[in-house]
């Protein structure tokens, strides 16, 4: 299915991210993408900008993708030191360039089937150098699978979410309190499935965690980890 997210999305999931989540996540992202060895970093799905802005404050070179209008000129606007394109994940190939670092992060990576899912570490890995590191931020789908049904959600304007698990694929469903509701679907990983998937496009892990922290190994109790791979010398063919 599409994963479309609407504006309600947009207003009630990423506006309501506190600036100290943020801050987390950025300062585990410069730990394991350390300046200067990897200046030039790719936001994918970079959304309105709230890492880009922090990653380039801190002396990063960022490219923002996304596929949003609106978001990426809030992006733009936020951030004009850095460059933004609008371009659909399964396109990233055509952002054109080499980078030394990708990072694709609050479960933005796994939108698509299987084959799409590997083309875009296929593209990723043509845009990163020998050595470049790749940055996954996803959902575990150990959890998901402990953590399934329909539950209320305490943010202003949903009712409820509810998560179900189909193999690998996780549907979440939202009900909005004003009635409406939309539903995503992604595929899901564990931490050794989805470093074995990047090995086959020329990735090897150099680290896993979660709450991005080097000291805390992926844990089916936490709903995310973090994947961080580098880049061999040759891609696959």
């Known amino acids: 299915m599409a994963n479309e997210y609407s504006a309600t999305w947009f207003d009630t999931f990423l506006a309501a991210i506190p600036g100290e989540a943020t801050d987390l996540e950025v300062r585990g992202l410069a730990r394991w993408l350390p300046l200067p060895a990897y200046r030039a970093v790719l936001d994918v799905c970079c959304g309105p900008g709230r890492h880009a802005a922090r990653l380039a404050a801190l002396g990063y070179t960022v490219t923002g993708v996304d596929r949003d209008a609106a978001t990426l000129a809030a992006a733009a606007d936020r951030v004009p030191d850095a460059r933004f394109v609008r371009l659909d994940q399964r396109e990233i190939g055509r952002v054109g360039g080499v ?116 000291a805390r190994p992926p844990d089916p109790a936490v709903a995310r980890f973090q994947l961080i791979c580098e880049r061999g010398a040759a891609i696959p063919a």
């Open 99 to 214: 980078v030394d670092a990708a990072a694709i992060l609050w479960q933005s990576f796994g939108y698509f089937d299987s084959a799409g899912n590997d083309d875009v570490l296929s593209q990723l890995a043509g845009l990163l150098r020998p050595g470049g590191r790749l940055a996954l931020d996803v959902y575990h789908r150990e959890y998901f699978a402990r953590h399934q049904g329909r539950r209320a959600d305490p943010r202003p304007g949903v009712a409820a979410i509810a998560n179900t698990l189909s193999g690998n694929r996780l549907r979440a469903e939202i009900a909005y309190a004003d009635g409406t509701g939309e539903a995503m679907d992604f595929e899901l990983f564990t931490p050794d499935e989805l470093a074995d998937r990047a090995a086959r496009y020329g990735f090897a892990s150099v680290g896993a965690c979660c709450w991005w922290d080097a």
